[in-house]
């Protein structure tokens, strides 16, 4: 069985630093890409970044020069290392994982950017 938990979350001032990590387990595959995306209350899921199994990493502009992606192989994780964090990224983080035949989430961590 997949398993992706998410870990890292929390309560942190704005212009302030966080790293998330999204750990997977069991038998995934041939894996395409790894993302993250973050959802807030009454707003649909918002795609955050992703990074290739080629190593190639996009960004959603408005987290462009702050938020860099990255990942383990040897760990099977991945990484969201959050610089200069505003109070509009508040949210739940999601991290994802993607084969050619299925898409894996995790539970979420709730990071809230807060004075």
């Known amino acids: 069985q997949v398993q992706l938990v998410e870990s890292g979350g929390g309560l942190v001032q704005p212009g302030g630093s966080l790293t998330l990590s999204c750990a997977a387990s069991?038998?995934?595959?041939?894996?395409?890409?790894r993302a993250w995306y973050r959802q807030t209350p009454g707003k649909q899921r918002e795609w955050v970044a992703t990074?290739?199994?080629?190593?190639?990493?996009n960004y959603a502009d408005s987290v462009k020069g702050r938020f860099t992606i990255s990942r383990d192989n040897a760990k099977n994780t991945v990484y969201l290392q959050m610089n200069s964090l505003k109070p509009e990224d508040t949210g739940v983080y999601y991290c994802?994982?993607?084969?050619?035949?299925?898409?894996?989430w995790g539970q979420g961590t709730q990071v809230t950017v807060s004075s």
């Open positions: 994802s994982v993607a084969t050619n035949r299925f898409t894996y």
């Open positions: 069991g038998s995934i595959g041939n894996i395409n890409y």
């Open positions: 990074i290739t199994s080629g190593g190639t990493t």
